[in-house]
């Protein structure tokens, strides 16, 4: 089964950037893929997603400040956090964009603090 491993995250201040990865061990061309984030206490909420084409879709909090992105001849997926706001504080997650899930990989954290 498809493994996911996140990378990049780290800790940033407030109007900085960060450029997340997500690595599956296998070929993912034929899947949506998306990003989702979990803060303390709080939910796993849905972030950006990307079509199989190549189309994005953000979450209003994120529109115009995050872009997705993917490299299908790597098996990667990507998202690229621009003007970050401690509420984008959380762990990131990459997965199918909707069930059926593949195995959640141990997300990137990312911390946004002066």
């Known amino acids: 089964q498809v493994q996911l491993v996140e990378s990049g995250g780290g800790l940033v201040q407030p109007g900085g950037s960060l450029r997340l990865s997500c690595a599956a061990s296998?070929?993912?061309?034929?899947?949506?893929m998306a990003w989702y984030r979990q803060a303390p206490g709080n939910q796993r909420d849905w972030v950006a997603a990307?079509?199989?084409?190549?189309?994005?879709n953000y979450a209003d909090a994120v529109k115009g400040r995050f872009t997705i992105s993917r490299d299908a001849t790597k098996d990667r997926v990507y998202l690229q956090m621009n003007s970050l706001k401690p509420e984008d504080t959380a762990i990131y997650y990459c997965?199918?964009?909707?069930?059926?899930?593949?195995?959640w990989g141990q997300g990137t954290q990312v911390t946004v603090s002066s």
């Open positions: 990307i079509s199989r084409g190549g189309s994005p």
């Open positions: 997965n199918n964009f909707g069930p059926p899930w593949l195995p």
């Open positions: 296998e070929s993912i061309f034929d899947k949506a």
